[in-house]
């Protein structure tokens, strides 16, 4: 049976302990890979042949700095998964300053040379 079927026939009582367990669930070194991927799944990331989620995971979780620049991350959300967004394949990890100038140079890149050529 489906799980939303599945949570269809619980109680109130029932449902409020599985939300319980699936909070505590998601604090989890397990659980917070799990969304991490998850969330990335479902905002289109997609691998480039040769690599998994485990790999992208581990190599995110283990950047202390930006791929491109090489400065340290500032915070905890200063990661940010560069990847196309046409094709949705990730790239690097970046923190928000280079991972927004890449995305600039991409819609953009004569405007960029252009500034880059004025004196």
Not at 17 to 26: L, P
Not at 37 to 62: A, F, H, V
Not at 66 to 79: A, D, H, V
Request: hydrophobic letters at 25%; proline letters at 3%; aromatic letters at 8%.
């Amino acid at each position: 049976m489906p799980r939303k079927e599945w949570l269809d026939t619980c109680s109130p009582e029932q449902k409020k302990e599985i939300a319980r367990k699936n909070a505590i669930y998601r604090k989890t070194p397990i659980g917070i890979k799990g969304n991490c991927i998850s969330s990335w799944k479902s905002l289109g990331l997609k691998l480039q042949e040769g690599q998994t989620y485990d790999m992208i995971y581990e190599r995110y979780l283990n950047s202390e700095k930006c791929e491109c620049c090489l400065k340290p991350y500032l915070e905890y959300k200063g990661k940010h998964m560069d990847h196309c967004h046409t094709t949705g394949k990730f790239r690097n990890v970046l923190c928000r300053s280079c991972n927004q100038l890449r995305g600039h140079i991409e819609k953009d890149y004569k405007l960029i040379l252009k500034l880059l050529t004025l004196s």
